[in-house]
């Protein structure tokens, strides 16, 4: 994804561990394939996959979702978090088909085995293209992410007692 996606994932990193300590790692391997962030906190999973620019974001989905039905996340509980950048956006308004069917497969995947949840979430930056500048505000926007994954991950909590 490149240099600036790999920040991002690290800042994110950082935040969520300063909010959330539990143990989290860039490049997250289940079953040898790497999820972008992930963090066990007792039996509960949580990982998150950045859509940056992806062709096929249904493919993480379906990944997660495979995983899930083939045994390889021994967790309780599996939350996942999907974050679309506005790259998915559509300048006629409403979003692309590609992030309506990652979507589609996240939720699938959440109806069918009930121990995992599924959260699409807003990355509110347009990532640059290779070598391009970083958007002004991605913090920002990294920021909202953060408090909606820890927002998330609150309201789980509580529907699980």
Request: aromatic share 8%.
């Amino acid at each position: 994804m490149g240099s600036f996606a790999d920040d991002v994932g690290a800042y994110l990193r950082r935040e969520l561990s300063a909010r959330r300590p539990i143990p989290w790692e860039t490049e997250y391997r289940i079953g040898g394939t790497p999820v972008d962030l992930g963090g066990a906190a007792g039996e509960r999973l949580v990982l998150v996959e950045l859509e940056w620019r992806r062709a096929d974001p249904a493919d993480n989905a379906a990944k997660l979702c495979r995983h899930v039905a083939e045994g390889r996340i021994d967790a309780d509980a599996v939350v996942v978090f999907q974050l679309f950048t506005r790259y998915y956006d559509l300048a006629s308004g409403g979003v692309s088909s590609k992030r309506k069917n990652a979507e589609f497969v996240g939720r699938t995947a959440a109806d069918v085995f009930d121990h995992v949840t599924y959260h699409p979430v807003e990355f509110g930056v347009v990532p640059p293209k290779r070598g391009g500048d970083r958007p002004d505000g991605w913090r920002d926007a990294a920021d909202a992410v953060v408090t909606t994954i820890c927002d998330r991950l609150d309201e789980d909590s509580v529907s699980e007692e």
